[in-house]
């Protein structure tokens, strides 16, 4: 699956493509790896307190909300990945939200 992500500033709008190369659903949770500018290994998942994200190679994780609500998602990420990677990994949830059921 290939998707397209945008930084959009006051000044400039950088774009760049994101794919999606491998897919695991083990109906507890969703694990993918995004090929962007960055590789990055994304596992998926839902709790009581709701869905989360985390990205081990990054040391990262946080909270999300529903997939489709790429705004709210995209601030969480970018703070604990940056902002490319940040966007990159919204944009792909953005992007697969029907796949993924929470």
């Known amino acids: 699956m290939e998707f397209d992500c945008i930084n959009k ?3 400039r ?3 760049w493509k994101g794919h999606i190369t491998s897919f695991n659903d083990d109906n507890s949770s969703y694990e993918f790896r995004i090929q ?8 998926v998942g839902k709790t009581e307190e ?3 994200a985390c990205m081990p190679d990054f040391g990262a994780g946080c909270h999300l909300v529903n997939l489709k609500d790429k705004f709210w998602n995209t601030e969480k ?3 604990v990945l ?3 990677d940040g966007i990159t990994v919204a944009t ?3 992007s697969m939200a029907d796949e993924i059921q929470f």
Do not use: H
């Open 9 to 11: 500033t006051k000044t």
């Open 82 to 84: 940056g902002k490319v």
């Open 92 to 94: 792909a949830l953005y």
């Open 50 to 52: 709701g869905g989360f």
């Open 77 to 79: 990420l970018v703070k």
């Open 13 to 15: 709008c950088e774009r």
């Open 36 to 43: 962007s500018r960055s590789s990055i290994l994304v596992i």
